[in-house]
């Protein structure tokens, strides 16, 4: 069964970071495009970036140049480093393959205020 477990959440100032880590299991994780993604209150989930195999890496437009993906086979762990954190970035950070099709995560309140 698979299963995402993601961690690392909190509460920062604007201009902060935070490192969030999402562990999987019941998957052959080396060969997953990995992906995280978020959903704010009253809005749709997003993709916020992905990694592949090759350790290749795309995010989005709202995040390009502030967050680094990362992944560690070995740990069957994917991460997402945010750095200079804005209030726009508040929301429940959640991780799974790309495209989406295994079961969700409880996911990881990141809230971004002063």
């Known amino acids: 069964q698979v299963q995402f477990v993601e961690s690392g959440g909190g509460l920062v100032q604007p201009g902060g970071s935070l490192r969030l880590s999402c562990a999987a299991s019941g998957i052959v994780f080396n060969i997953y495009t990995m992906s995280w993604y978020r959903q704010a209150r009253g809005k749709q989930r997003e993709w916020v970036a992905h990694?592949?195999?090759?350790?290749?890496?795309n995010y989005a437009d709202s995040v390009k140049g502030r967050f680094t993906i990362s992944r560690d086979n070995a740990k069957n762990t994917v991460y997402l480093q945010m750095n200079s954190l804005k209030p726009e970035d508040t929301a429940v950070y959640y991780c799974?393959?790309?495209?989406?099709?295994?079961?969700w995560g409880q996911g990881t309140q990141v809230t971004v205020s002063s």
């Open positions: 799974n393959e790309l495209p989406a099709i295994a079961p």
């Open positions: 990694i592949d195999t090759g350790h290749n890496t």
